[in-house]
């Protein structure tokens, strides 16, 4: 099929990009992960490693916009709960070796429109998780703040589980996204008068 190779090319792109980084992520590994043909890559990607890194970025969102589509009818702390399953199955999946592709760009890409589309993804995220938050009852004031914080918490606890190898950091961050769910808006209240 047509559209099989640059699929291929695009997923073997997000895994590089979560397991290795931006600068690891080539031409040539992405062709030896995905079994491309040589030729293909360059026909599919014609403007050079930065359209397939952003075909890859775009795909990593799209990926964790659908979970967070999910979350319909969920409570609060269920949410936190599924978001933050997503990054446990994530590093048990690949031995503690992966992480996040959009954060990896974020990081490591010195393009300034990669980073750009690595953060109007991140905004496409927290701004679905408040959604689904709000949808669960809590204050939309709260509902956005509390996303900010889950993403956050997480991306950062798995960069923690991935250099101790372990899910303590993570478990440690999701106890404590628990306890803000199960009281956005009180918490944000207290927050605001301090």
Known sequence: MAGEAPDR???SAVKLLAMHGFQATSFSSVLKDSGAPRGSIYYHFP????????AAIDLA???ALAFT???TGLSAAE??????????AVLLRSDFRAGCAVLAVTVSADVPELVERAAAIFRSW????????EASGVEPASARALA??????????T??????????????????LRVLAADPGKRHAEDLSS
């Open 61 to 63: 969102g799209d990926r």
């Open 148 to 157: 900010v914080t889950i993403i956050a918490a997480c991306e950062g606890a």
């Open 126 to 133: 927290r701004e679905r998780l408040a959604a689904a938050l």
């Open 79 to 88: 949410i936190v709960d599924a978001f933050v399953g997503l990054w446990r």
């Open 47 to 54: 403007e050079g490693k930065d359209q397939l890194i952003g």
């Open 159 to 176: 960069v923690l589980c991935r250099a101790e190898h372990s899910l303590e950091p993570l478990e440690a961050v999701a106890g404590q």
């Open 69 to 71: 589509d999910s979350f």
């Open 9 to 11: 090319m695009i997923a």
